[in-house]
């Protein structure tokens, strides 16, 4: 069973905490999970406040104390970095062992579950904030993923490509990525898709357009990609499975909300492009 992870509980009670434990809040997630490892007077002294706000802080969250808290944020780290040969290896049973009827039945116990809980947790505020940047016609798109989760940048990208302009995949070949990156601005959004184990490149994309002015969108799982840190928007999903495998199938409901929602928001725009699109298509003979 997943648990809500430390920095997303943090980002959602950020509205309702005071002036000096919102200042926490914000520099653990800037610095998460690493600054968390250590000692209260040392996350105290980085934020600019005293020991006690910093054990205030950790009381809201629910802990017990300091120990208890740094307890749990080693727990999410060891699921975090988890790889599907560590969660072969450590998994107390296997699906393969069910009948045909069984493994069907425990996938939908798995996967339904796993889905309601994604689409229930998904942040209002960060929903209509990644759809007005994607819907945002004076922004270029660019997207990249994973090893996996690159299919799921596709699967987008190929909807945006047909609903506005400007959408583009960050390309392999090195100088056509560096030449990407390089021209990075204020009008940019990258679309970053990442999963544990988390992948050193989509972080250093994610800064580099930070720093450039960009605006980065992060789809993630309950764990949260160190990408997330340079967001600004995070949408993380479950990704509960009976394989070793981390489950794409809650992420592609979150993708498809995303996609209804920029068809509604782009209007007859989209409608237009679709139309110029299809006509182009078929004069190449394409369709």
Do not use: C
């Amino acid at each position: 069973m997943l648990h809500r992870p430390l920095a997303d509980d943090i980002r959602t009670r950020l509205g309702t905490l005071s002036p000096a434990e919102r200042r926490v809040a914000r520099t653990l997630l800037a610095f998460y999970p690493s600054l968390g490892f250590e000692t209260a007077a040392a996350i105290a002294e980085r934020a600019g406040v005293s020991a006690p706000t910093v054990l205030r802080f950790v009381a809201r969250l629910g802990f017990t104390g300091f120990p208890d808290f740094q307890a749990a944020l080693r727990r999410e780290l060891d699921e975090r970095n988890a790889s599907p040969l560590s969660l072969y290896e450590t998994a107390q049973g296997s699906a393969l062992s069910d009948s045909t009827d069984g493994l069907v039945s425990r996938t939908s116990d798995v996967l339904s579950g796993a889905l309601a809980t994604t689409l229930a947790e998904i942040p209002p505020h960060d929903l209509q904030s990644a759809i007005g940047l994607l819907s945002d016609r004076k922004r270029r798109v660019t997207l990249l993923g994973g090893r996996f989760t690159h299919l799921l940048a596709q699967y987008l990208g190929l909807h945006l490509m047909q609903l506005r302009r400007d959408v583009r995949f960050l390309p392999d070949r090195d100088v056509e990525r560096t030449a990407v990156l390089a021209a990075l601005g204020r009008r940019d959004v990258v679309v970053v898709f990442d999963y544990r184990r988390y992948e050193e490149n989509n972080l250093a994309v994610a800064r580099l357009t930070q720093e450039n002015g960009g605006k980065v969108v992060v789809f993630t799982d309950a764990w949260l990609s160190p990408a997330a840190t340079h967001a600004e928007v995070v949408l993380s999903s479950r990704v509960d499975t009976l394989s070793p495998y981390d489950s794409l199938v809650p992420t592609l409901a979150v993708v498809e909300t995303v996609v209804a929602g920029l068809v509604t928001a782009l209007g007859t725009d989209a409608h237009e492009h679709m139309q110029h699109s299809e006509d182009v298509a078929r004069r190449i003979h394409l369709v």
